[in-house]
């Protein structure tokens, strides 16, 4: 994610910008079910958890089973605010589960079936809690269906801001960090769980439905157009979206891969178009410093609303606002967005205290971009950051930062300093060769702080906890990295 448009006028930083969370509430509302469980009596069965353990945010995600693929097909009508939608989960248990919830927010359930068989449901808060006609064996595979409606809301928070499903002008934007998709299907809202989705999206005719992943077709009828994206890949539920509206449209391929681009027409053609039309460019260049490409399809989306002022690195189609080509072309904010492909996206999150994984190596590859662009050189950038960063960057440990500096500029800003203390103990060679088998053998998978600390060890020969304490943990500014 990069900075909001406001912040980077201020500090020529590209940080994220602030989206919301979503919590289990007190209040039950009951739904209509049918039979509890009958497990066997050989076995004990269980509910699943309300969350996945995250420190940072203890609701989000559910436990107890492991999510292989989301089918969500929903049917939105901006001129009454009205999302209708059936979403297929297709998982696995990893206990006996008497019961197990999903994530979802605001809207009204209407059926829950599991493996066909109608489901009891009841809401608490933003959790559904899913008690199926029989209980679910560790090691089976199960099929839920949830049908619900509703008008679909952002997710208010103090500390972080509001994310997810924005009504607009000509349609809608669901959208966020660290979560979203809970405002428009149901779903397991941790990164630690990735699947593959497929998204069906239906809007009136005359609008686009942008979504992850490869473009698979349309259909119209009846003054309605579905719109059909598949992201193959395993994806984190914040990593999903879907914008809606009037959009310029640009298609092509590039190395066998579909490249869709959606500019919106509230925008005269112009930096925008140039700037996302570079997409193809930015990302084979990076692919030279991280290995292959990770993702089926290339793409980026631009909107232009208020609420909306940052960039997301939504998988293989990263959403822009506006706001950052009002300068004229911006390809530094499209090379970080384009490197969370790698890192963030394919190589996610296992817990959210370790985002400086994801901002600092996206962070850096923008230095690397600059340079290679011509402009000044990573160490330069280096140099310009380590003299002149606030206090609160130093006061701030990156791979510890607190819910409240999740997206701060220490996260961004020291932890691609930290990137570049190591290339610089470690020497060019061991380096690359750390990020191209960090991008390899996590692919499509998740990844920790002390993970990537003992690979940089295994490959660099060297012992490191001390630069990796001092860069990410400690409070005061660190020496200046040197060549060991």
């Not at 890192?343 to 985002?355: E, H, K, M, P």
């Not at 011509?374 to 280096?382: K, P």
């Not at 990156?398 to 020291?414: A, D, H, I, M």
């Amino acid at each position: 994610m990069a900075l909001p448009r406001r912040v980077l006028l201020v500090t020529g930083l590209l940080v994220s910008g602030a989206l919301g969370v979503s919590g289990c509430g007190s209040s039950a509302e009951s739904e209509a079910g049918s039979a509890a469980p009958s497990p066997s009596s050989s076995r004990q069965f269980k509910p699943g958890g309300a969350g996945v353990g995250d420190d940072y945010f203890p609701t989000y995600g559910n436990g107890g089973y492991d999510v292989g693929r989301y089918t969500v097909r929903v049917r939105y009508d901006p001129a009454t605010d009205r999302l209708t939608g059936t979403t297929t989960v297709q998982a696995a248990a990893t206990a006996n589960l008497s019961a197990f919830n999903l994530d979802l927010a605001g809207l009204k359930v209407r059926e829950v079936t599991v493996d066909g068989a109608p489901a009891r449901h009841l809401r608490k808060g933003d959790e559904l809690v899913v008690t199926p006609a029989r209980g679910l064996i560790a090691g089976n595979g199960f099929v839920a269906e949830i049908s619900y409606d509703g008008e679909p809301a952002a997710l208010p928070n103090e500390t972080l801001g509001a994310g997810g499903f924005l009504h607009t002008s000509d349609g809608a934007i669901a959208l966020g960090q660290p979560e979203s998709a809970s405002t428009w299907f149901p779903v397991n809202d941790h990164p630690s769980d990735k699947a593959a989705y497929d998204f069906e999206i239906t809007v009136p005719a005359g609008l686009t439905a942008v979504s992850n992943g490869v473009p698979v077709g349309r259909t119209s009828a009846d003054g309605w157009t579905t719109w059909k994206w598949a992201e193959r890949n395993p994806m984190a539920s914040y990593l999903s979206m879907v914008v809606i509206g009037k959009f310029r449209l640009t298609r092509g391929e590039h190395k066998g891969r579909p490249v869709f681009h959606a500019v919106t027409t509230k925008l005269s053609e112009g930096a925008a178009d140039r700037s996302i039309a570079k997409t193809v460019k930015v990302a084979d260049y990076l692919e030279r410093l991280f290995g292959p490409y990770p993702f089926e399809s290339y793409g980026a989306v631009v909107v232009s609303d208020d609420r909306i002022r940052y960039a997301l690195e939504t998988q293989s189609r990263p959403v822009y606002a506006a706001s950052f080509f009002r300068q004229g072309e911006n390809t530094g904010v499209v090379a970080h967005e384009l490197a969370h492909q790698w890192f963030g996206n394919s190589v996610a999150l296992t817990r959210w205290q370790d985002i400086w994984l994801n901002e600092g190596l996206a962070t850096y590859a923008e230095w690397l971009w600059t340079e290679h662009d011509g402009g000044r050189t990573a160490a330069q950038t280096f140099d310009a950051r380590y003299a002149g960063a606030a206090s609160r960057v130093w006061r701030t440990p990156p791979g510890k930062p607190g819910v409240e500096n999740l997206f701060g500029e220490s996260v961004y800003q020291r932890g691609a300093m930290t990137v570049h203390a190591l290339r610089v103990t470690v020497g060019d060679k061991a380096f690359f060769e750390i990020l191209k088998t960090w991008a390899a053998e996590k692919r499509h998978g998740n990844g920790t702080t002390a993970q990537f600390v003992a690979l940089a060890e295994r490959i660099s020969g060297e012992r490191l906890d001390d630069l990796f304490d001092d860069w990410l943990y400690g409070t005061e500014r660190p020496a200046r990295p040197e060549r060991r």
